[in-house]
């Protein structure tokens, strides 16, 4: 993966993570926020409730205390202590007087508890109250459940004594706990109180009441309702309505109990999620939108950081192939002095001391190669040059001793000297050829024309008698494309391959010329069947003056090289040992050579 | 001075005797006021949505006749019918009309007017006319005719371009369907002309309204709730009361579905304490009722208890293993009839019967108020068998044992419990006259007549 690739992941894995970290933290602190409110608003709803109910009740008892002491009540008392009452006569009478202080429960009864007039069932006069008031009159409003004919409800009731004679009247009055009362508390926005009024142990859905009247889904606050029966202790629950998470209510429910401490009804305050829900989804939808700003941001700035860090890396990879290829004094821009800049300037170091060091070493290596000259150029003079002084001295030697035979071994001094000059002539011209190796004149040619030349040229070598036997072979690829190269410089390369292969097989062999084309590049190989050479002469093979044949001068292989070189191509060896040895050149088309061989040879057709 | 002072005293005393006949005298003119909580939409007997009410009998009474009258005693007597004759088997029979009787707008009252008229109303029977005679075919005897068609529905109307008119002691001078009946007194009424100039009726009032009304003086009769009858009473209204003329009752939606549903039928009635109904509830506005009808009207109505037997009860629901708990409804409109559901429902209680007060029309026993529309005990009984729902008893002849077995058939059948027979009350002004509430509830306006002074 590229360097700004990983920069980029880089970048936006910590973005992603960095949003997503303060995304969470936002959303548990809102959430630790949002049921802190909760709990709050919850305590705060239910400390109203209180309030109002201690205000209803004293408003109850107030307005029952009226009712004692009113004109009816009185009427009534005098009525009980004048013997059994007429039932007939206040069978309204309690209703009336509920309807005048607007209370809905009512009732008025005797000493032994028997009802005279009742509001919410008329029709029980002469009935049993179930309220025990023998022990005392209880001061303050209590819950307690009212049986009516249809069904029964929960009442916060003030009780008041009339005594007028032996007999004493008690007025009991209360108000409904319904959803008039749930509609007078005051519910900040998301919030909603229920009521639910315990009958039994079993949860009965219609008694479940919100200020709407009945509770949708009431099933679902069952089990609530079923705990507090158990436990009789506040609960809190999550309820969920809905699939939808913003549905979800939060529902604290506190148990409301009556004058003998029996659960007579459940006090529920549902608390919405939905504000929650919403601000979290908020802060998702904001976290989103910041990763996704911060991706691009990512990107940018990963664009911009890698630019900035990647450029001088890049450029000393560059600079690094440059140096590869042989530009040794390539050197990059430090544009800074981080550790990137420190890697450039190091890498400036190094390239300079390369230099320096190749150069010691081109020094180095010419001396060698001076000394190796001399050395090869001592030793090649020294060998003509010894027969000389014998010859000279035998001539001297004749001259005093034996003047008379000085003529004839004059004669044949002479011989030998002209001999052994013309060998130093020899060794001094091919020295001088070496030297003054011909630029290549290209032109357009057909390789395996100059194999096929160079294989004719041998054959007449090959074909003398005291040499032993070599088989020369051409395997020449069809076709081959044209090359632009110099011809006779490529014959005289050959013609030394071909000569060393031959020198490789004293005792005979087969020589192999080979033609073979790969794209763009002609291969012409030379193989023997010789003794073959060991890897450390191939290592050395083209070096100047080196040879392993005893009278080699070491010049043929690097006359070679230098001609194949100045064609733009290569040469490479494969020996092994006892089997044999190939060279391979490598010749490229040299199409812009060729073409300028073309228009040079139109422009001397032309001048012609 | 004596001779003096004589003379001026005994023409003082006639003056004062004179002014003293005059205001006691009946005299003709003035409007009677009168107030009624039935609100009906139409006026025409042949109207299948009315029901055969007192409200409707009394209305229908001062604008239409009957063939046939009935006297307190229940006997029928001449009416547009000036005599009437049955053949044998009492299935057909011929009323010979009244001459020179005409309808409100000037029509005759004839044989084919009158056969029109009861063909409309009662579809299965064969009504025709022969000569001055009006001929009635029925399928089986029908010994008491004459008793039936002395129902409010059987009124003889003339049906006209869309009009009503009737031969009766007053005509329609305006009608503002629900609201208010204005009527006149007919001058060429075949009976003689009423005392009153005109009769103006407000309708859809309620009982507390009409009160009101009447205590402020802007109206001369009122009906009065059975159960107010006591208090109007004391508080010094004069109230004019019926004999009992009404029957509450439950009624059980299904026949008994078990034996044991029968026994849990006869401890509700047993467990039931009427007494107290009767003089709490309706404070003595009416009578327990052990039997359908009242026992002025049969006779033989103490044969059937009413008196509550909550040992009875309890050990007859102890016999039963397994009880139904009943739902009970009511007329949400009658107040009364709530506390009578629930003080049943208390009773019930007592006997260990679960029952269960209830709006839901489909309840399995509800609480019916149904009239006695006729002093004729068999059609009485018939037509509160039909408000019942209950099958139509079979008469044999017109003897008590006939009539008591009838009744008890359809006491054993359990469907029904009585429970009070409820007296009609009106609250009448001093200024109006001869005013008399027949036994039956039913109107006597004709000979009433108004005192100078207003309402």
């Known amino acids: 993966m590229m360097f700004r690739r990983k920069l980029l992941a880089v970048f936006a894995l910590t973005v992603l993570v960095s949003v997503a970290a303060v995304a969470w933290s936002i959303s548990s602190l809102t959430r630790r926020a949002f049921e802190r409110a909760n709990e709050e608003r919850s305590a705060a709803l239910v400390a109203q409730f209180r309030r109002e109910f201690n205000r209803r009740g004293e408003e109850v008892a107030h307005r ?34 509920a309807d005048n202080q607007q209370l809905d429960f009512l009732e008025f009864i005797d000493g032994q508890g028997t009802i005279i007039s009742s509001a919410q069932w008329p029709a029980k006069f002469g009935y049993k109250e179930t ?67 315990s009958l039994g142990s079993s949860f009965s859905p219609q008694f479940l009441i919100d200020t709407s009247g009945t509770v949708r889904q009431a099933d679902q606050i069952a089990p609530i309702i079923q705990q507090l029966q158990h436990q009789r202790q506040e609960t809190t629950t999550l309820v969920h309505w809905s699939s939808d998470a913003a549905d979800d209510e939060t529902i604290d429910a506190i148990p409301l109990n009556g004058r003998d401490n029996q659960l007579v009804g459940v006090l529920l305050i549902g608390n919405s999620r939905r504000p929650y829900v919403e601000l979290r989804q908020h ?14 941001l990512a990107i940018l700035l990963s664009g911009w950081a890698a630019a900035r860090v990647t450029r001088p890396v890049e450029q000393l990879a560059h600079a690094a192939r440059e140096v590869a290829a042989g530009n040794w004094n390539t050197q990059v821009a430090v544009s800074s002095s981080d550790e990137v ?12 001391e390369l230099l320096a060091q190749r150069e010691h070493l081109v020094q180095a290596e010419r001396v060698a190669a001076w000394r190796e000259l001399a050395r090869r150029l001592a030793h090649e003079l020294k060998n003509p040059l010894f027969p000389l002084q014998l010859t000279v001295e035998n001539l001297l030697r004749a001259r005093q001793q034996s003047p008379q035979q000085f003529e004839e071994i004059f004669q044949e ?25 011909p630029q290549p004149q290209f032109q357009q040619i057909q390789l395996n024309d100059v194999v096929q030349y160079v294989g004719r040229l041998i054959q007449a070598q090959l074909d003398a008698p005291e040499r032993a036997p070599i088989e020369c072979k051409l395997e020449l690829a069809e076709p081959m494309e044209p090359i632009a190269a110099d011809p006779d410089l490529l014959h005289r390369a050959l013609s030394n391959l071909v000569l060393n292969a031959m020198d490789a097989m004293p005792q005979g062999g087969t020589l192999t010329l080979r033609t073979r084309q790969l794209g763009d590049l002609s291969y012409v190989e030379v193989s023997d069947t010789g003794t073959g050479l060991t890897p450390e002469e191939c290592e050395r093979l083209f070096t100047p003056y080196y040879t392993s044949k005893p009278h080699g001068t070491g010049l043929g292989l690097a006359i070679v090289q230098s001609v194949i070189s100045d064609h733009g191509g290569r040469i490479s060896v494969q020996s092994e040992s006892g089997r044999g040895t190939t060279f391979v050149i490598e010749l490229p088309r040299n199409a812009d050579k060729l073409q300028n061989a073309d228009q040079s040879l139109d422009a001397t057709a032309g001048s012609h | 001075m004596r001779l003096t002072g004589f003379p001026l005293l005994v023409a003082s005393s006639l003056l004062c005797a004179l002014s003293a ?82 309808f409100q707008d000037g029509a005759p009252v004839t044989p084919d007017a009158v056969a029109a008229s009861l063909r409309k109303t009662n579809p299965t029977w064969k009504v025709l006319s022969e000569g001055e005679a009006v001929v009635i075919e029925r399928d089986s005897p029908a010994p008491n005719l004459p008793a039936e068609l002395t129902l409010p529905r059987n009124s003889i109307v003339r049906r006209a371009g869309g009009k009503i008119s ?3 002691p007053f005509a329609i001078s305006r009608w503002d369907p629900g609201k208010k009946l204005s009527l006149a007194a007919r001058d060429d009424y075949w009976n003689g002309r009423a005392f009153l100039d005109a009769i103006e009726i407000e309708m859809g009032k309620n009982f507390r309204e009409q009160m009101i009304s009447f205590d402020l003086g802007k109206t001369h009769v009122i009906e009065v709730a059975p159960e107010q009858t006591h208090r109007a009473t004391a508080e010094g209204r004069h109230v004019e009361s019926s004999a009992p003329v009404e029957l509450v009752a439950l009624v059980f939606r299904r026949d008994p579905q078990s034996p044991e549903d029968g026994r849990q039928r006869q401890a509700l009635a047993l467990s039931i304490d009427r007494e107290l109904l009767n003089t709490v509830v309706l404070q003595g506005g009416g009578e327990p009722a052990g039997g359908l009808l009242p026992d002025w009207m049969s006779g033989y109505g103490f044969l059937f208890p009413a008196s509550i037997n909550l040992e009875l009860a309890r050990q007859v629901r102890s016999e039963i293993p397994h009880t139904t708990s009943w739902t009970l409804s009511y007329d949400s409109n009658d107040p009364t009839a709530r506390v009578i559901a629930e003080r049943i429902v208390l009773n019930a209680r007592d006997a260990g019967l679960g029952m269960q007060v209830t709006s839901a029309s489909s309840a399995d026993v509800r609480i019916v108020r149904v009239p006695l529309i006729s002093v004729d005990a068999q059609i009485a009984l018939s037509e509160l068998a039909a408000g019942l729902g209950l099958s139509q008893p079979k008469f044999a002849s017109s003897s008590v044992d006939d009539l008591y077995g009838a009744e008890n058939k359809l006491l054993q059948s359990q469907r029904v419990i009585p429970l009070l027979h409820l007296r009609r009350g009106y609250g009448v002004s001093n200024t109006v006259k001869n005013w008399r509430t027949a036994r039956d509830g039913s109107w006597r306006l004709p000979n009433v007549w108004l005192a100078a002074e207003n309402p």
């Open chain 1, 64 to 97: 029952v205390e009226t009712i004692a002491a009113s004109e009816g009540a009185i009427r009534m008392a005098l009525a009980l202590n004048h013997g059994s009452p007429d039932y007939g006569a206040f069978l309204n009478e309690a209703r009336t007087i």
């Open chain 1, 131 to 197: 309220l025990n008031l023998v022990s005392a009159v209880p001061k303050d409003a209590f819950l307690k459940q009212e049986e009516l004919p249809d069904s029964a409800a929960l009442g916060l009731i003030a009780v008041r004594e009339l005594s007028l004679g032996e007999k004493p009247l008690f007025v009991i009055g209360g108000r409904r706990i319904d959803k008039d009362f749930l509609s007078s508390l005051e519910l900040p926005a998301g919030m909603r109180a229920m009521f639910y009024q």
């Open chain 1, 283 to 296: 802060i998702r939808s904001a976290a989103v939108l910041s990763g996704a700003a911060g991706i691009v």
């Open chain 1, 341 to 352: 800049g420190e890697l450039a300037e190091s890498f400036n170091r190094m390239t300079r």
């Open chain 1, 413 to 437: 001094s002479s011989s030998t000297l002209l001999a052994e000059i013309a060998n130093l002539k020899a060794i001094i011209s091919r020295f001088s050829e070496f030297s003054r190796m």
């Open chain 2, 21 to 102: 006949s005059a205001s006691t005298r009946p005299h003709y003119g003035g409007t009677l006021h009168v107030e009624m909580r039935t609100a009906p939409t139409s006026l025409d007997p042949g109207d299948s949505n009315q029901v055969d009410g007192f409200e409707w009998r009394n209305l229908f009474g001062l604008m239409f006749d009957t063939l046939v009258l009935l006297d307190e005693q229940g006997r029928p007597e001449p009416a547009l019918a000036s005599s009437w004759q049955a053949e044998p088997g009492n299935q057909r029979w011929q009323f010979f009309l009244r001459r020179g009787v005409n």
């Open chain 2, 166 to 168: 009737g031969s009766g």
